[in-house]
Structures are given as structure tokens and as C-alpha cells.
């Protein structure tokens, strides 16, 4: 395993972080096709084991499960010091909205469920999982900041948003004198390049660590179309909303992917995510199975040349936005929205 620095952070993080999504109790969340306590503790060690030291997770996944089944994983098989773990918090409900509980309120009631379903006293990194149009931005940095100053969390990250966002929320922060976000997650991957317009040269501009999900495409980047299906992509209608629009025309790209692979001796997924590695700082990646990290790790020692990386990207067309980044705008909320440019709480409203 190889390892970097986390953006601007002091955190020293492996170059594939593990995504816990796929880890939590089926009946208590959206997904039906996650793996139980058992199969999930396997994965997480054969991921210590093979140097894997950045762990990503959320409050959203399996209602808080996947990170119990993480936080007891870790607490069994590493040291605290040791690990590097990731989680997400979820916009205000509506309910919330109208209970009059406030942003800062919000932020504070999540990490500390989240803490108390890790077992852990801090998180590493706390991510904003999706913008939040109905709560100030200055809000969300102030009470992302408070997390921060008592010690719950060391750095804040962002997930799910356009370049434009991070760069206002990060001069509101540099004005205010509040934490900055240090990464930035999104969907990114050698079928999906859409983050390569803007999002891509400011984080490399401004160093804000790169840690995309995706990165295999929700399996597609990892065998030939109709090959070895798993369950998740028999049943994951999310993937299925996010990729069966533009199948045609990435099926193109994944049949270099196989062509490469057969030429290298290596599997579909080292090659998709050897790509990826020269682009970005730690991609996530999900696993369900032990040869899913094991094939990840083995990724991080494969070299592209610059033809072949060439070879790989010059079929890529424009993709219309997907899954959560489609709905990233005003009129996904019912409220209407403000901006003001000279104003300190700069945000929606």
C-alpha cells in the first residue's frame, strides 16, 4: 500500500479508502443488497491487513448501521491512532425545519449519533453528504466549526457539489475564521468525467484532497457488461438511474478496459482504478467481497503509460449529471433561495 497527505490536512491517509455502504442491516435501510456484521468484519480486516487505513462511511447507510458495524470492526482490529474514518452527516428534515432546530443544532445532534454508533470519540474527517438548500451556508461552516473546535471531528470535507459551492463556502470560512473543507467526494470515475470541467483543476488549484466514490462504477468498471453479476447489480436501482442512460456508449469504454486488462494480466478493476489513482488523491471504494479490497490494494502498485491512458479516455463523451448531483439545485427544495454575494451568511434559505 502506498499513502499521502489528505489535501491540506496532517492526516496521513492510504491511497484506497475503503466505502462502507455496502456494510449495514439490509432490513434497516434503502439497500437491499448490503452484507451483514459478520462478512462486513472480514472485509475491514483483510483491508488492514493489506495497509488500507482510510475508512469511509455515513449516518445515512442502513440507518446508522454501517457505521456501528465499522466503529466495532476497528475497535477489534486497530488502533484508534492508527485509522483514519470518515463519516457523513445528512441535511435538515423538514421536520426539523419546521421544529425551528437550526443548522448548528443539526450538525451537533449528528456527530454525536455518529460518534456514539462508531463508539469513537472523534471522526477524522466530517463530510457535508449533499447541499442543503434550505440552511444557510454560513450555518452549516459555523456549525461544522463547532464540531471542530470541541474535538469531535479534525477536518470537514464536502460531498455531492459543484465547484462554485466549495469555492464560496471556503472564502466564507477564510473571512469568518472557520474550518475549511480539505476534500472534496465525488462521483468520478473512467465512464463518469464530468468533475474534470471544474471541480478537478480547483481542488488540484487550492490542494483539496480528491477522494471520489463510484470508482468502479458500481461494479460496471470491473467485468464485461452481463459478466459475473452481483447482487447489488441485479437490485441497486440507484446505480441502474446513475449509468443505464449512457450504457451504449460507456460499454465502449469498458470493453477497453477488458482489452487492456488481457494485456497487462491484470483484472478490469486494477486497471480502472490505476487510471483513477493518477488523478486523484484516495478513490472509494465499496467492497462486498474479499477479493474486492484485494483487488483495489493491488491497483495502487500498476503504472499506466501515457498511451494507454490515452487509449482509455478518448472514447469519453459529455454525460448529463446523475443520482444526487442532478438534483443539486434550488428547485429541489420547496423553499425559495437567496444568495447574496456581500452578505457574511451566504447560503440558501
Known sequence: MKYTKLGSSDLTVSR????????????????????????????????????????????????GTSEQFLGRALRDFAKRED??????????????????????????????????NLGMDYVDLYIYHMWDWNTLIYDILDGLNRVVEAGKARYIGISNCFAWQIAKANALAEKEGFAKFVSVQGHYNLIFR??????????????????????????????????????????????KFKYDATAEQDNLIIARVAELARKRDVTMTEISLAWLLKKVTSPVVGA?????????????????????????????????LAGVMAQNKPEASKEKHVWSIGDQKLGGR
Request: charged share 25%.
Open 16 to 63: 484506497i479508502c475503503m466505502g462502507c455502504m455496502g456494510f449495514g442491516d439490509a432490513a434497516r435501510g434503502q439497500h437491499s443488497w448490503t452484507i451483514d456484521e459478520e462478512h462486513s468484519r472480514e472485509i475491514i480486516k483483510r483491508g488492514l491487513e493489506l495497509g488500507v487505513n482510510f475508512f469511509d462511511t455515513a449516518i445515512g447507510y442502513q440507518s
Open 83 to 116: 485509522v483514519v474514518v470518515a463519516t457523513k452527516f445528512l441535511p435538515r428534515t423538514q421536520d426539523e425545519i419546521e421544529k425551528g432546530i437550526s443548522g448548528q443544532q443539526h450538525i451537533e445532534n449528528m456527530i454525536n449519533t455518529s460518534l456514539q
Open 194 to 239: 464530468e468533475e474534470e470541467r471544474e471541480m478537478v483543476p480547483y481542488c488540484r488549484e487550492e490542494n483539496i484532497a480528491l477522494t471520489p466514490y463510484s470508482s468502479l462504477a458500481s461494479g460496471r468498471l470491473s467485468r464485461l457488461p452481463g459478466e459475473n453479476g452481483t447482487k447489488r447489480a441485479s437490485e441497486d436501482a440507484y446505480a
Open 288 to 320: 462486498t467481497k474479499l477479493h474486492h479490497i484485494e483487488g483495489a490494494a493491488k491497483a495502487v502498485e500498476l503504472e499506466l503509460t501515457d498511451e494507454e491512458t490515452a487509449y482509455l479516455e478518448e472514447l469519453y463523451v459529455p454525460h448529463p
